[in-house]
């Protein structure tokens, strides 16, 4: 869990909070003691989908972006 949090540049402490709120990347348990593992694609996978969903940097979904709504006039013109 450390290598991963300081891949992402976090905390364990953060990544830890995460992976207990199901919140984070993810992850799974192996070995006798249930070490918490993370494999690299799926981190990198994961970064990637925070990337997508921040309007930020994804200018599809940024509202500054979009197209003006034409407003529908209550009263047709004469």
Do not use: C
């Amino acid at each position: 869990m450390k290598d991963a949090a300081e891949y992402l540049g976090l905390s364990p402490h953060t990544l830890y909070v995460w992976r207990h709120r199901r919140q984070g990347p993810p992850s799974f348990r192996m070995g006798p003691r249930g070490r918490v593992m993370y494999r690299l694609e799926a981190l990198d996978a994961w970064v990637r989908e925070q990337e997508q969903a921040d309007s930020r940097s994804n200018m599809a979904l940024n509202p500054l972006d979009a197209r003006p709504q034409e407003r529908s006039t209550r009263f047709p013109s004469a």
